[in-house]
């Protein structure tokens, strides 16, 4: 016995020996005060920690050299070479303040949500390469978090939902998710959804996803969350030449050149296809061109535009096909400015410009009993946003701003009584984060939303107002793990449709809109925990419970016309999980669970509770393969074309009916040849029949080859 405690003695006195602290005081350089919540990093390790209220930190690490890196926003991240012999080292680190600049704050992963840390998924451009979709659309569909609805990818009418926040109707005139290009507003004012034909998927970088309305930047459209485009302004060339299924070819190019604080570039697109059923083919043309200037003060200046023309026909049910075609312009101009005010004070502006127009029209072989009236879409949509950037603290980062907007639409589909409505937007809004300390940190926000809607001709206006709060309670250990605590309110005031629409569609039902409707609201809590495990291992999971009132909705009736449900609460959970045993082998599995209730007892149609994903991505030598297997639980829907149907006080009931469950498989193959990159994608690869829209049968099994050469 004696002997075993003396061999026990032994090992822990060399464990002793072998092993180090390193401690000491961060400090801000020019102030020399202490600094809590610098994030400690050993590089190359799993190793961690946080400085706590009074700046100082200590970290036990085996024997070795490692290098240190201290960063924290508002500071100049700096890394520092430590030797650990057999005694402890005491070094004391220095921070320089910086100017931060809103695309740092970009860089981090914290974009949609500037100043919290709240649920942003940042889906890398990686992934969206070896998705090999052909539409922003289809990405977002094989996200689990995310109900996205549509008669065919590159089709008209999409709707995008986050968490249950949206509903689908014909039309899709209600979506509650703000989509933003570059950072900046890309809705149709008459219906509150984007044109996803003009969306650059040839260019995206990245697509960022905040769930819910934790920030207060954005009203109105975010009340279901926002999802923010970033395109890829890399010092490259790349040409690609596709073709495929159902006579689909496409040429796209990009360029773009830095040279010194002047970077230029653009990109383009054309693609067409014969569509996989009746009229469902498409043409499309995009093209994106910027300037960007940064000078040696720390001023930036920002240019894009965007333009792009789509031809597109309507397929309709394939019980009763459709003969309407439709052709769109969209063209945006985005100009961004930044400049520092003093050490640790910014300003930005950003302006832009959005016209869409849309003609509706019949094919030349309509049928006489076909044959529907033109119509004619007139959007505009301008704004201007203002934000100031406080980071002279070195607890405390404030975000002040102001935005403005105006939206007018001439459309022929409105209530003739009106003249091209019109609404005018305000709104402000503060944002700070808050370094408690030992790791804690608090986010609040606060933002008053206002909107005059105009319908013209005398008519009585509409006044929309809230001020909605915004908090989140964050904790961070050992620099990397974290648990996130958030509560947010969110807002949005009646579309133009949905308050003047008066449209009759080609299956018989009338759409109207309601100019009595009031705006919806939402309170959304959430706890996440995020677990970077390893340099191989990162998970993270999240509950959720999400209170809408006053949600708009378009009901059966006579005519079908919009009001506002009486209450829909959705309560869920996500599960996320990416692991890389080896370099050349990526594995990536999500889980959603999402449950949503209507007080009035009206059915919640096309809502999943179940949708989970897993990808394979493997390299080997020159060739990349990737695998990528998505499913879904079965959704309700109204089966309006059903003649079995009830009227009740003027309400039509139509039988509730399911789309069954799916799991689609997708299988990309890549390999890099001397004078290009070749690519064969197929799609739904075990030619699966399924439709996300009642009677809209989506593609069979399709394959679509690129060649791909670099500049």
Known sequence: MMIKHIIVFILIIVSSIQAGVVSGTVRDKDTQKALPNININVLESDLGAVSDPYGKYSIEIERGTYQLEFSMIGFKPIVENIIIQNESVKKDIYLESTILKLDEVEVQGIFSTRLGYESVDVIK????????????????????????QFAQPNGRNVNVSIRGSSDYKPGGYNNRVLVLLDGFPIQIPNSGTPDWSSLPLENIARIEIDNSPTSAQYGHNSMGGVINLITNKGNSGIIRLSGGTYNTGQLSFKYGKNAGSLSI??????????????????????????????????????????????????????????????????????????????????????????????HYYDRDDTPNDKVDAERDYKDMSTGLRS????????????????????????????????DDPRQFTFGGFIQSKYSIGNGWSMGSGLRYDYRLVDPGNKYKKRVFERITPKVNLMYTLKGKRAFTLAYSAGFRAPSLSELYLQHASSYGLTMQGNPSVRPESVSAIELKYEHPHSKKLTWSGAIFHNSYTDMIDFVYSLPIIAVNREGVTGTGAELQCIWSPYPALIIRSEYSFLNMTDKGGDP???????????????????????????????????????????TVD???????????????????????????DGNLSISNIL???????????????????????TL
């Open 125 to 148: 451009g990686k992934y969206i390469k070896d998705l090999q979709k052909n539409s922003v659309s289809d990405v977002l569909r094989t996200l689990p978090g995310l109900d996205v």
């Open 604 to 646: 919640i149609l096309y809502r999943s509770k179940h949708k989970a994903s897993i990808s394979v991505a493997f390299e080997m030598g020159s060739y990349t393969m990737s695998t990528f297997v998505h499913g879904w639980s079965a959704q309700k829907y109204e089966n309006f074309l059903s003649h079995n149907y009830e």
């Open 387 to 418: 934000e100031m950037l406080l980071t002279k603290w070195a607890r405390w980062i404030i975000m002040v701003g102001s935005d403005f907007g105006f939206d007018q639409s001439n459309v022929s589909v409105f209530n003739p009584i009106y």
């Open 265 to 358: 570039g653009f990109t383009g697109l054309a693609r067409q296809s014969a569509g996989h059923r009746f009229n469902s083919d498409y043409q499309v043309t995009r093209l994106n061109t910027y300037v960007h200037f940064a000078d040696k003060k720390g001023r930036s200046y920002k240019l894009n535009l965007f333009s792009a023309i789509s031809k597109n026909g309507h397929p309709g049910f394939d019980v009763s096909p459709s003969y309407r075609r439709s052709d769109r312009t969209s063209h945006y101009v985005q100009l961004h400015m930044f400049y520092p005010l003093s050490n640790g004070l910014s300003m930005s502006h950003s302006m832009y410009l959005n016209n869409f127009d849309t």
């Open 650 to 676: 003027d309400k039509i009931v139509f039988p509730i009916e399911e789309l069954p469950d799916q799991v689609l498989v997708d299988l990309n193959v890549s390999k890099k040849f001397k004078l290009f």
């Open 687 to 709: 030619d699966i029949e399924y439709e996300l829209i009642q009677n809209f049968p989506m593609p069979g099994i399709t394959w679509l080859l690129t060649l791909s050469k």
